[in-house]
């Protein structure tokens, strides 16, 4: 069936350090890929997205490109902020009503 | 403003009894979710809901019941059967378009039950 594996974390960066949390899948077809964050004691907020095979979808300095030859969607930031500290979701749709969801991974960044 | 609003934040019930939750959204979507989130498991679906009057169980859906009589609202019961209730639950809803699959999450409910 469709999966999606996240690293483990905790992921723990100074402040402006290179992040990157990798993200592998497993699905037929052509799923859509998603990167969600939360913040601690709140919902999950959609950070970007990207519906085929070479996008790069960006937010808030985050991106992520879709590479169906790894099967990855690895999220990547140049420059890590403290307050980019948070619980970071990969996701897939299978192009029905669903997601599924990796373990998560937690990000935690110290000035 | 448009959203998903949840209540309460925080829920404390005695074993053996039924609670419910509540969800709530006015972003006129069709489709909503329950999921439950337990620390270092992520995020396992509970029931969704595609359509009003129709909903169907997720990959964890004993112990659970949920009803959707309405478009905006999408309550959850957790049932005395279920056996560790103990949870953080998240509520979401998507405009149902199965490409992009989006889907807008409510800021949870934390429930304790002793």
């Known amino acids: 069936g469709n999966s999606v594996t996240q690293m483990e974390g905790p992921v723990t960066l100074s402040e402006e350090a290179f992040l990157t949390i990798n993200c592998t899948y497993t699905?037929?077809?052509?799923?859509?890929l998603f990167w969600y964050v939360q913040y601690p004691g709140e919902g999950l907020q959609l950070l970007l997205k990207a519906t085929k095979a070479d996008d790069k979808g960006s937010n808030k300095g985050f991106e992520a490109t879709y590479r169906k030859e790894t099967t990855s969607f690895h999220l990547e930031k140049g420059s890590v902020q403290v307050s980019d500290s948070a619980v970071y979701f990969c996701a897939l749709s299978d192009n029905t009503d669903k997601l599924i969801f990796g373990t998560g991974t937690r990000l935690q960044v110290f000035p | 403003d448009g959203g998903i609003t949840q209540s309460p934040k925080y829920l404390f019930r005695k074993e053996g009894q039924n609670v419910t939750l509540s969800c709530e959204q006015n972003l006129n979507h069709d489709a909503m979710y329950w999921y439950r989130q337990d620390p270092g498991q992520g995020l396992r679906l509970i029931y969704y809901?595609?359509?009003?009057?129709?909903?169907q169980k997720g990959d964890i859906a004993e112990g659970y019941s949920v009803s959707r009589e309405k478009k905006e609202s999408f309550p959850l019961t957790v049932t005395s059967a279920q056996k560790n209730p103990t949870a953080f639950y998240l509520c979401a809803s998507s405009p149902r378009t199965p490409k992009l699959g989006e889907q807008y999450f409510g800021p949870g409910t934390r429930l304790t039950v002793t």
């Open positions: 699905a037929t077809g052509y799923p859509s």
């Open positions: 809901s595609q359509i009003v009057n129709d909903f």
